[in-house]
């Protein structure tokens, strides 16, 4: 496209609230037939709430669930937020003495895993199986039914393990962006196949896709992982288009030929991406299409 060409389809994105970062991510665009969308705060809303805790030890729900916050609080992950709201609500509702969530030292990030340290001299761990199960936790037959039938229902398990024993969990749910659906199904009437990667489980992830209506799902993937997906997809010769908003698709936002974040998403996300949808709507994944491809064609 002229320079010309590039500058009004920029001015105009802008104004629809889609910005574009340079003529590349505009000539790329029109040539996608892919396009992999992230899940948590892509495809669904990115707030997750609790909505069912169960003991597995000796322990007190109030007990349980300050431990988990302390473990959260220095956390930016959604699921830690709900799990530090989730305290602080059942504080507020029993009126308990203690005021604040408990100290943690020693707190480490372990991205698409979890969250580790110590609370109160205790190691606490929060986060998913295969989190735990690295550190020799054992995951018994009735913790594995919780799990799977909170998945089932399209929830993630959070599981809280205090000195190397399953503690407690927690089953947080994170409802699907109201356009979602409508957006893949227009995708696939312009010959666009949409498909889903994340670091959530698969029975979590299939059970959101199948609400969005997407057919193919790569779950448990790490940050790495995602961007490999991209470029497994480009070698089948077609264009890609990444959506995404955490610091873990930012691999995947360079990798794709058509990075786009979700503006509400993290920095390093809006960083990485060619394409910020600046209202955080899916909708914008079609605007950003069509705006390159009525450019392309009117100087074609
Ligand atoms: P996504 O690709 O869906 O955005 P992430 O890669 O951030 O997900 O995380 C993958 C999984 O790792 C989560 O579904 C969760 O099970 C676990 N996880 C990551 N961070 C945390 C945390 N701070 N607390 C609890 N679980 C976590
Ligand atoms: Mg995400």
Redesign the pocket.
Known sequence: ATPTAVMVATGKGASQGVLIKGGNALENAYKVKTVIF?????L?VGKPHVVSTMIFSSMSIEELCDIAAA??AN??????KA?VEHYKKLHEKFGSNKENISEVSDFE???????SGSVGGKVVL??????VQAYNVLVSPTVEDYMTESEQLAR????VAVDGMIAGAFAVTDPVKPEAEQVISFLRSMSISSIM?????WA??TAIAREVGIERVFA????LG?AEKIKEFQMKGDAVAMV??????SPALVAADVGMAIGAGTDVAIEAADIVLIKSNLEDVVTAIDLSRKTLSRIR
Do not use: R
């Open positions: 992230d899940k948590t705060g892509t669904t473990a959260e956390s930016e992950h959604p699921i830690a799990v990030v372990h991205p698409g895993l979890g969250v929060v986060g998913n199986k295969k989190f993630t398990c959070v599981l990667v994340t670091g959530d489980n979590t992830a448990e993937t790490d940050p995602k995404g908003d955490g610091i873990n698709d």
